[in-house]
């Protein structure tokens, strides 16, 4: 007797009967690397295949189509109106196909997966160690870290490249994403170790104007902060150079360029004791926060919503090692507390 008798049988869901029969999972990973790295080479490079056989991959998927996948700009290629729409099929199939994996992984009682990570610039500082703290505790995940700056990260989420992204402020003007803080990110004023403003108190951002500066790039969080700072009071700073590396700054800072304004987690290897030297200045810290931030459209992988509760707990660790790297920050985040306080009861 069959399994079904002819009275319960339920058809099945719409099935794309024609792409079954013509295209191959292995066709459409090839044209999603060749979309999401812009280049037929970088795509065999990441997938170990010639690009010959890149090359025959998308044209058997684009003759299954009928229609052409990508047009030539100069040497560059980018996907046509139709490669578009089979780009975001694709990444929501290998997204429904990667939940589907870490399901069966987890009725094995194993727990398997793939995280992807987009983080800002400054993040790279300490995101290695939460997702070493995070490894530990579930050793079969695999591990795709992405560094770069504002800009880059902002398109990363609409082109919904990653799993999460850590930034230093949620772009929520910019994009429809929630936003979750879980660390504190307090930006400083740095000086050279043997500048003359160290040790002294409350320094007028004034002053700190008539010293050389060095910017973070354009396109940097922590440059657009810093700018804002200033111009509350009517100031551009000294620009001497610009820089889009913070190590490059402080070592510019270390020798005698200028002063500059980062996040204090890029002092966390020397601490506040090194050859850079956090000043008193008035109106900071700034006191920012990370955000670990997805579109609100997102489904979540398994993994996904596990590093992001992960994080989420590590909070409380977090903050103790920022105020280990610079005692200082305790007294400055209980003076913010207090003032929320205050506010809150006038309000």
């Not at 772009?171 to 403003?197: G, I, K, S, T, Y």
């Amino acid at each position: 007797m069959p399994p079904y008798s002819e009275q319960s049988y339920t058809p099945p869901a719409a099935m794309p009967d024609y792409l079954i029969r013509h295209a191959t999972l292995r066709q459409l990973q090839v044209f999603e690397a060749i979309v999401r790295l812009g280049s037929f080479t970088r795509a065999a490079e990441e997938l170990f295949l010639t690009q010959p056989t890149v090359s025959m991959q998308v044209k058997k998927l684009a003759d299954s189509l009928g229609l052409p996948l990508f047009e030539h700009v100069g040497r560059n290629v980018r996907p046509t109106e139709a490669g578009l729409e089979l780009y975001q099929s694709c990444r929501k199939v290998f997204e429904t196909l990667a939940n589907l994996e870490m399901k069966v992984a987890d009725l094995k009682g194993i727990r398997r997966g793939r995280l992807r990570l987009g983080v800002i610039t400054t993040a790279k500082y300490f995101a290695p160690e939460v997702l070493g703290e995070f490894c530990k505790q579930f050793p079969g995940i695999e591990v795709a870290l992405k560094v770069s700056n504002r800009d880059r990260i902002i398109e990363r989420i609409n082109a919904s490249e990653d799993d999460l992204y850590i930034m230093g402020q949620a772009p929520a003007d910019q994009l429809n994403v929630e936003a979750f803080p879980f660390a504190p990110n307090p930006l400083v004023v740095m000086a050279p170790r043997d500048h003359p403003l160290v040790g002294q108190k409350n320094i007028p951002l004034s002053r700190i104007a008539q010293e050389p500066f060095i910017l973070r790039e354009p396109g940097s969080g922590i440059r657009d902060t810093t700018l804002k700072v200033f111009d509350e009071i009517g100031m551009r700073p000294s620009v001497r150079m610009e820089l889009g590396s913070n190590e490059a700054i402080k070592h510019a800072i270390v020798g005698g360029l200028g002063l500059s304004v980062l996040s204090l987690h890029t002092l966390t290897l020397e601490g506040p004791d090194g050859p850079v030297a956090i000043l008193d200045v008035e109106n900071f810290p700034i006191l920012r926060q990370w955000y670990i931030v997805l579109p609100k459209s997102k489904e979540l992988s398994l993994v996904a919503e596990a590093f992001l509760q992960f994080a989420l707990d590590m909070e409380p660790r977090m903050r103790k090692h920022m105020e280990s790297v610079w005692p200082n920050l305790a007294k400055h985040l209980k003076k913010t507390k207090a003032s929320a306080r205050q506010r809150n009861r006038k309000s």
